[in-house]
T-cell receptor, first 114, second 113 residues
Framework: AQSVTQPDIHITVSEGASLELRCNYS??????LFWYVQSPGQGLQLLLK??????LVQGIKGFEAEFKRSQSSFNLRKPSVHWSDAAEYFC????????????FGTGTLLAVQP | EPEVTQTPSHQVTQMGQEVILRCVPI?????FYWYRQILGQKVEFLVS????????KSEIFDDQFSVERPDGSNFTLKIRSTKLEDSAMYFC???????????FGPGTRLLVL
């Protein structure tokens, strides 16, 4: 069965520091992978996605993620974090097929220190 | 930019009451979804809907739940007799044909007392 693991429940970084949020997935075929961000009281906003091709994908707000098949990982990175990046980040894998439901990880809550 | 909208943003109801959560998907999208997020937990798939029928549902989506697309624009989730454990944020999402990307609405926070 498909699953997504986000090992870090909570991360705190200083503003201006680099960020890496980890995501590991379990999926039998080539996965569709997504990162969504949820600000407090808000809905889920798509940051970026990977379907195929270049394994380094660029998203909005200066985020990028790298797909590594050998490690079953899709880690999210940002070179310099801004205070407005404080939010919860969810990695998800699409099940494909007729429904393509999303299976989410448990999320990583990012706090940004001034 | 087109977006998914949901109403109401918040709903408080008594246990045993029926609630209907409404969603307006992006206009040319054909796949529709409901997810829920219990406070402090991950987002869970409830149901997917395509071509006027349910294409997949989770174990959570029991007989108390139903979905409907009553007209060309709305997509609704009905809970017939709410339980305390139905308290959650409910997200609607939609996806276009030949796309693999779902776009989410802002959610409806449901509180069952």
């Amino acid at each position: 069965a498909q699953s997504v693991t986000q090992p870090d429940i909570h991360i705190t970084v200083s503003e201006g520091a680099s960020l890496e949020l980890r995501c590991n997935y379990s999926y039998g075929a080539t996965p569709y992978l997504f990162w969504y961000v949820q600000s407090p009281g808000q809905g889920l906003q798509l940051l970026l996605k990977y379907f195929s091709g270049d394994t380094l994908v660029q998203g909005i707000k200066g985020f990028e993620a790298e797909f590594k098949r050998s490690q079953s990982s899709f880690n999210l990175r940002k070179p310099s974090v801004h205070w407005s990046d404080a939010a919860e980040y969810f990695c998800a894998v699409g099940s494909g097929g007729a429904t393509n439901k999303l299976i989410f990880g448990t999320g990583t809550l990012l706090a940004v220190q001034p | 930019e087109p977006e998914v909208t949901q109403t109401p943003s918040h709903q408080v109801t008594q246990m045993g009451q029926e609630v209907i959560l409404r969603c307006v998907p992006i206009s040319n999208h054909l796949y529709f979804y409901w997810y829920r997020q219990i406070l402090g937990q991950k987002v869970e798939f409830l149901v997917s809907f395509y071509n006027n029928e349910i294409s997949e549902k989770s174990e959570i989506f029991d007989d108390q739940f139903s979905v409907e697309r009553p007209d060309g624009s709305n997509f609704t989730l009905k809970i017939r007799s709410t339980k305390l454990e139905d308290s959650a944020m409910y997200f609607c999402a939609s996806m276009g044909l030949a796309s693999e990307t779902q776009y989410f609405g802002p959610g409806t926070r449901l509180l069952v007392l």
